[in-house]
């Protein structure tokens, strides 16, 4: 019997093959370790992307026929219970002979859930919740997908030590350094799309492309969406993405992202401006904050986020740290929201934020 100090550790593993699937597209990244009575591993599989085997018959792929009857699974994600492209992991993982199923976190897609109740139905023991809280971390974003319905909603700037996104006169490049600017460009490569307002396109021009240090193109581009009701001109760089442009003219931030969604598009990168940036946060829907602090000051009133309904220090939206990063002579702070209490002096704007969050729709397909 595999004792629980082992079965984390091989979760971990397991965790770290997940780490080999594509961060962008519409499916989450899982891994799975198929493992005797003892632990021995006999083999390893992970997800590659959508329309590809999933971990659970990448991994049983590797051993000989027969092989897997009486072993253990150990899988990130609770195995699917859904036929798309490809068939149901709970099916494959009951007819390969494995006789127990270890899995960290819950599948909360309406389509796709429902598998450990399939395995326990054939007589497969069933374990679940093992190292969830770090499963729960790894996949946060396509699990915020799957339970609201809408992508993970990345909302990033760069300022001054004031909180200035700009000097006096609009000009912004550049505020940071180059180890800043290159690791957000890796971050845009790992996002499905990226989602600025009219003002920055008709301001800065920019490209919204994920580059290399050279300048080459990353071979992971995200979709450029414009959000506005301004015209953006016919020779305006973002027309000539590698993939053609998204317009929305908004304003209801909620209907985009959930079109986005239906587009298959799980994980969005807010690059601003403040105008865009502070509507998003003001509607409760920012899953992470990504700031890039320089060491400057340029002072003026450029600032890098705008009025987002706070008036007094009650409303203040609290963050939680999740981690600091020294990046050349800038720093990155990397934040999430934190929890709201359910109290008579949260705002409604809160109110119905946290509501979002507690009950989540379930409406996420693996495919």
């Known amino acids: 019997m595999i004792q629980d100090t082992e079965r984390e550790h091989l979760m971990r593993r397991a965790l770290s093959l997940a780490a080999n699937g594509p961060a962008a597209g519409p499916n989450p990244r899982v891994g799975c370790l198929i493992v005797d009575a003892d ?10 992307g959508a329309g590809t085997a999933h971990a659970e018959v990448d991994a049983l792929a590797h051993l000989p026929a027969g092989a897997a009857r009486g072993t253990t699974a150990i899988v990130t994600l609770e195995p699917c219970n859904h036929t798309g492209r490809t068939g149901p992991c709970s099916v494959a993982l009951i007819e390969a002979g494995v006789n127990r199923v270890v899995y960290a976190v819950s599948d909360p897609g309406h389509a796709s859930s429902g598998g450990a109740e399939r395995l326990r139905a054939a007589g497969v023991e069933v374990v679940g919740g093992v190292l969830a809280a770090e499963a729960e971390a790894f996949l946060a974003d396509w699990l915020v997908a799957a339970r609201l319905g809408r992508p993970f909603v990345t909302l990033k700037w760069a300022s001054s030590l004031d909180g200035r996104a700009a000097a ?15 690791d957000v460009h890796r971050r845009r490569a790992g996002s499905d799309a990226i989602l600025v307002g009219t003002g920055t396109v008709l301001a800065d021009d ?11 193109l990353l071979s992971a581009q995200p979709i450029p969406v414009v959000i506005g009701t301004r015209t953006v001109p016919a020779d305006a760089a973002v027309r000539q ?8 003219p908004g304003p209801d931030l909620g209907a985009i992202l959930r079109d986005l969604h239906a ?3 799980r994980r969005a990168f807010i ?4 105008g865009l940036a502070s509507a998003f946060v003001t509607a409760g829907l920012v899953d992470e904050y990504l700031v890039y602090l320089a060491p400057t000051l340029l002072g003026g009133d450029r600032l890098a986020l705008g009025d987002i309904g706070v008036t007094g220090i009650d409303e203040q939206r609290r963050l939680e740290i999740d981690h600091v990063e020294r990046l050349g002579d800038d720093l990155l702070v990397i934040a999430r929201p934190r929890a709201l209490p359910s109290t008579p002096t949260a705002s409604p704007e809160a109110t119905a934020a946290e509501t979002r969050h507690a009950e989540p729709a379930r409406t996420e397909t693996r495919t």
């Open 271 to 274: 690059e601003g401006g403040p």
């Open 39 to 48: 632990g021995t591993v006999l083999a390893e599989g992970w997800h590659r």
């Open 206 to 216: 920019p490209a919204l492309t994920a580059r290399a240090d050279d300048g080459t």
């Open 263 to 265: 587009r298959g598009i």
């Open 168 to 182: 006096a006169d609009g000009s912004s490049r550049w505020i940071t350094g180059i180890d800043a600017r290159l």
């Open 241 to 248: 993405h590698p993939h053609p442009p998204l317009f929305y």
